[in-house]
């Protein structure tokens, strides 16, 4: 059974970068033709899909964050990874990672404030 | 951006039948955008229930349920249980972009 650990500071600061792994057990990151997602969700609101990356290493991102946001592989680690610059409170948020194949982590809750 | 719309709120009784849609901004839902289902009960992560419409993972109860129905994706509990009171989520692919819809709120009463 594949599983997913989310991993990184809890508190970043305004115009800052959030960075965040997720470290996959259980599977190889590598192997398949799925993908590994990250999504997020606010207290008290809706998921929001931040983006995604293939075992090619391509990328697909959310529209409204895609300035913003970087996801890579570390096939070495078998973990992959989410960068989002210039945060702002509005990325005060539970950030999950989950693959194609329906695993989720648990999240990490992730406090944008000085 | 495409908006997704689900219903905000449903009831169900014990043992009874429901269905949630998800609905697309620009247009008919159709296999082509891949509907997912997911559950979130609070303070938990959410649970993937459906892929591509109507496929189960290997843990989704037989009593959910993927379709399309009238140009939306639906999701049908049969014989619901009280368990199964928790929020449900919608995921379309649409325009090269996954979006959510805003999620049902079940209360099983």
């Known amino acids: 059974q594949v599983q997913l650990q989310e991993s990184g500071p809890g508190l970043v600061k305004p115009s800052q970068t959030l960075s965040l792994t997720c470290t996959v057990s259980g599977g190889s990151i590598s192997s398949g033709n799925y993908f590994w997602s990250w999504i997020r969700q606010p207290a008290g609101k809706g998921l929001e899909w931040i983006g995604l990356?293939?075992?090619?290493?391509?990328?697909n991102y959310n529209p409204s964050l895609k300035s913003r946001v970087t996801i890579s592989l570390d096939t070495s680690k078998n973990q992959f990874s989410l960068k989002l610059s210039s945060v702002t409170a509005a990325d005060t948020a539970m950030y999950y990672c989950?693959?194609?194949?329906?695993?989720w982590g648990q999240g990490t809750l992730v406090t944008v404030s000085s | 951006q495409t908006v997704v719309t689900q219903e905000p709120s449903l009831t169900v009784s014990p043992g009874g039948t429901v269905t949630l849609t998800c609905a697309s901004s620009t247009g008919a839902v159709t296999s082509g955008y891949y509907p997912n289902w997911f559950q979130q009960k609070p303070g938990q992560a959410p649970r993937a229930l459906i892929y591509?419409?109507?496929n189960k993972h290997s843990w989704t109860p037989a009593r959910f349920s993927g379709s399309l129905l009238g140009g939306k994706a639906a999701l049908t509990l049969s014989g619901v249980q009280p368990e199964d009171e928790a929020e449900y989520y919608c995921l379309l692919f649409d325009a090269g972009a996954w979006v959510f819809g805003g999620g049902t709120k079940l209360t099983v009463l």
């Open positions: 989950a693959t194609s194949e329906g695993f």
């Open positions: 591509t419409t109507s």
């Open positions: 990356i293939y075992t090619s290493g391509s990328t």
